[in-house]
């Protein structure tokens, strides 16, 4: 089983809301930082959105500023993607990572810098 699984995805009509959430499927002695990344079909994978855990700066990609919103969950290791006025464009498969640094601020957006993934969930946004 992936160290990470995510939740939340489905298909929706164009404006609409979806939350992601994240979860660990294993207890972890450490806490991460967590990002969210997508892959859109015949793309690359692309950073979305990151939260440090050392002081919960908060990281977006300039497409989503102002429609999504990440925040650490109530439990350890634990992260969700609150993602508002979705359009066409969001439609991909998102993935979830954690990172073992306490402070990203220089490594958010690298999808190399993460030590855990989960396998991902669709999110389609189609009328």
């Known amino acids: 089983q992936a160290p990470l699984v995510e939740s939340g995805g489905g298909l929706v009509q164009p404006g609409d809301s979806l939350n992601l959430s994240c979860t660990a499927s294993?207890?972890?002695?450490?806490?991460?930082?967590m990002g969210w990344f997508r892959q859109a079909p015949g793309k690359e994978r692309a950073f979305v959105a990151a939260i440090g855990w050392g002081d919960n700066s908060k990281y977006y990609t300039d497409s989503v500023k102002d429609r999504f919103t990440i925040s650490m969950g109530n439990a350890k290791n634990t992260v969700t993607l609150q993602m508002n006025s979705l359009k066409p464009e969001d439609t991909a498969v998102y993935f979830c990572?954690?990172?073992?640094?306490?402070?990203?601020?220089?490594?958010?957006?690298?999808?190399?810098?993460?030590?855990?993934w989960g396998l991902g969930t669709q999110v389609t946004v189609s009328s």
């Open positions: 294993r207890r972890f002695y450490d806490t991460f930082s």
């Open positions: 990572a954690a990172d073992r640094r306490r402070y990203i601020s220089h490594t958010y957006s690298d999808e190399h810098e993460y030590d855990y």
